[in-house]
Nanobody, 122 residues
Framework: QVQLVESGGGLVQAGGSLRLSCAAS????????MGWFRQAPGKEREFVAA????????TYADSVKGRFTISRDNAKNTVYLQMNSLKPEDTAVYYC???????????????WGQGTQVTVSS
């Protein structure tokens, strides 16, 4: 298991930017595919982005493609989510998650952070 702690959430106006960070414990971070998910009030948790440990390939949800960028720094055991051109519909609790494989369905992720709130005002 990997311990994950998110930070960087907050309140921002529409059109603004935020960068989320997720710090991971353990020596196996570099061999974990990392993902970001979000959950808005009354809605199910949904996939946002993922970056694979093998090769660093990235995948994005259509709703954030072109606005959000996921990246990782294996030396710092940290994964980031740069969010630009934020919209009110991006408002949610954002969760970081880790999986040892390359599959990125929500059920594949066994380690989760506690979440960080992102609120985008119109």
């Amino acid at each position: 298991q990997v311990q994950l702690v998110e930070s960087g959430g907050g309140l921002v106006q529409a059109g603004g930017s935020l960068r989320l960070s997720c710090a991971a414990s353990g020596r196996t971070f570099s061999r974990r595919t990392m993902g970001w998910f979000r959950q808005a009030p009354g809605k199910e948790r949904e996939f946002v982005a993922a970056i694979r440990w093998s090769g660093g390939a990235t995948t994005y949800a259509d709703s954030v493609k072109g606005r959000f960028t996921i990246s990782r720094d294996n030396a710092k055991n940290t994964v980031y989510l740069q969010m630009n051109s934020l919209k009110p519909e991006d408002t949610a609790v954002y969760y970081c998650a880790a999986t040892p494989g390359d599959y990125i369905s929500i059920g594949d992720f066994g380690s989760w952070g506690q979440g960080t709130q992102v609120t985008v005002s119109s």
